[in-house]
């Protein structure tokens, strides 16, 4: 039996780079949800950090490791990687692995 994943995918903060927030929220992440939902995708949350090496976090809840690896190869998934350059100047950096323990 698969144990569920997490991916997360993090944006880096660089010397002029930038991120719309509000296109994320409004129009990005709905977009991912609509066409990943169906195949894997459990939940999603967005979170921005103040400092540091990266400026935001997606942080996405799956059923597996292999779901998010098959919704890659999707045809959806070239509109929603080809949909970064309307947000962030920065491509960013993807891990992700199964989950062994929560609380």
Known sequence: MSKPATVNVLYPRKDGSTFDLKYYLDT????????????GLKSFKVTQYGEGPYT?????EWD???????AGTL???TEI???????STEQPVIIG????GTS
């Open 75 to 77: 045809a959806c998934a």
């Open 28 to 39: 990005h992440m709905p977009m991912v949800y609509k066409h990943w939902n169906s195949h």
């Open 81 to 87: 990687f080809g949909d970064i350059s309307n947000f």
């Open 64 to 70: 597996s490791v292999d779901a998010f690896k098959t």
């Open 97 to 100: 692995g199964e989950v062994v």
């Open 56 to 60: 935001m976090n997606c942080s996405m």
